[in-house]
């Protein structure tokens, strides 16, 4: 089973090119594919829907869209005369060559800023009919300002993903509504652009402390970060590059894990030929 996660950059390259074609064919061969920074009805790629072509550019896949960051821009007149919304959407999207079983949209904690753009960040998770058994995948973009809020924000996602059997995720007693009863997976996959350097207080946060002795150790309620367990997570490494100075690189997008999934963990890297967008995908690979 492959996974891949970009944040696409609203489809625009490091050429400045908006092309999302090419960033479904650098995806090519991936079963789930978790996507950043889609968005609808923005100026900066000629207000395309992306998470349609998206959908219309993995044909066969099931696909979900949130968009936590919903503006309302007015109204417009189209050429036949209707009278629509005009809106900028700004989300994630979660890909699947299975069914998606059930869908939440995990609002994260976010406060006020004044001198810098600052959107609703969500984790789009997805319950996903897999060959090897129901898993829980999460599309997850967090704050790009403030360490201070990224932390809350994956103190809040730790405690949404492991409490899920708990919770009951989206939906239990279906069988009021005629609906069958969804499965209560424990383990899940973490993926997307968290906007942190390897071992920054968050990324701490999220991870755990490491050890003098034992080094970082597989601790529930922690999740594991399968780049760094494949021996990925190497100085200079990056995921992200400056358009305006491709010198400037950060490491910032990762493939995190739940414990139970380490037997299974097979490979996981950082694809660095695509152009499509100023990220570059992380791939995951886990045993079916």
């Known amino acids: ?50 998470a349609a072509t998206m959908a219309d550019l993995f044909a066969g896949y099931h696909s979900v869209f949130s968009a936590p960051a919903d503006v309302y821009l007015g109204m417009i007149e189209t050429e036949d005369g209707k009278r629509v919304a005009r809106r900028l959407q700004f989300g994630n999207m979660v890909l699947s060559r299975w069914p998606i079983l059930s869908v939440r949209t995990l609002l994260l ?11 609703q960040r969500c984790a789009t998770e997805a319950l996903i009919d897999a060959p090897g058994g129901a898993l829980r995948v999460y599309s997850v973009h967090l704050d790009h300002v403030s360490p201070e809020e990224r932390i809350a924000q994956i103190i809040e996602l730790k405690a949404r993903a492991n409490l899920y059997v708990e919770e009951g995720g989206g939906l239990t007693g279906g069988a009021d509504f005629d609906l069958p009863a969804l499965p209560m997976p424990e383990d899940y996959v973490l993926m997307g ?45 990056y995921s992200w590059m400056d358009p305006r100075e491709t010198s400037s690189r950060l490491h910032l997008d990762y493939a995190f894990i739940s414990c139970g999934l380490l037997p299974r963990l097979k490979g996981a890297h950082v694809d660095l030929e695509p152009q499509g967008s100023d990220h570059f995908p992380v791939w995951l690979e886990l045993a079916d």
Do not use: W
């Not at 350097?197 to 701490?204: D, I, L």
């Open 1 to 50: 089973m492959k996974l891949a996660s970009y944040n696409i950059q609203f489809g625009v390259g490091l050429d400045g090119r908006c092309d999302p074609a090419r960033i479904a064919k650098s995806l090519d061969g991936a079963d789930i594919v978790c996507l950043q920074e889609v968005t609808r009805g923005f100026h900066a790629n000629g207000y395309a829907d992306l």
């Open 109 to 119: 904690p976010r406060a006020r800023t004044f001198d810098k753009l600052n959107v």
């Open 193 to 237: 652009d968290f906007n942190m350097q390897p071992e920054s207080p968050e990324y701490v946060a999220m991870t755990g402390p490491v050890d003098a002795y034992y080094g970082r150790v597989a601790r529930h309620p922690h999740p594991v970060d399968a780049l760094d367990r494949m021996g990925r997570l190497t100085p200079g490494c």
